[in-house]
């Protein structure tokens, strides 16, 4: 999401469960309830929220409601935290819009939920993909979320 003109910041974090300050190791669990997110601080003068949720249905399996790739869990479901009833009607219309297009074979299963309290993730957790590069390209490509990206572009 950073790279897009207009996202200021995304900050990775936990969200959706109920330990307050959870940490990696114990959303990794799979027991606090949580979703490993995103946030994503955005300026609306440069960027509409509706091209940030094409760019979030462009990066995940919204059709695997046992994770993403190898990641497996609740911890990873996918998940769109709205802010207000706004972003909640354009989340609704654009998982409706791609459940009526031909792209997926199996059921949308992305749950559109109301905001809870946002942990920002561990320092180690922020920015992985710059930081270790070469790991993140290599889970990337082995975990099948690279080929799955480009056969559903």
């Not at 911890?75 to 009526?100: C, G, H, M, N, P």
């Not at 199996?106 to 946002?118: A, D, H, W, Y």
């Amino acid at each position: 999401m950073e790279e897009l003109d207009g996202v200021i910041e995304a900050i990775n974090g936990y969200t959706g469960g109920n330990t307050e300050n959870p940490t990696y190791e114990e959303v990794s669990t799979g027991t606090t309830g949580h979703i490993e997110a995103t946030k994503v601080i955005y300026d609306p003068e440069v960027i509409m929220y509706p091209e940030l949720l094409n760019r979030f249905w462009g990066n995940i399996n919204p059709t695997d409601k046992g994770g993403q790739f190898a990641d497996r869990g609740s911890q990873y479901e996918t998940v769109i935290f709205y802010t207000d009833d706004e972003q909640k009607k354009y989340a609704k219309e654009s998982k409706a819009d791609l459940e009526r297009s031909s792209k997926y074979d199996s059921p949308i299963v992305t749950k559109i939920l109301p905001e809870k309290p946002f942990y920002e993730a561990e320092e180690e957790h922020q920015d992985y993909y710059k930081k270790r590069q070469e790991h993140y390209l290599a889970y990337k490509k082995g975990s099948g979320r690279e080929e799955y990206i480009k056969s559903h572009e």
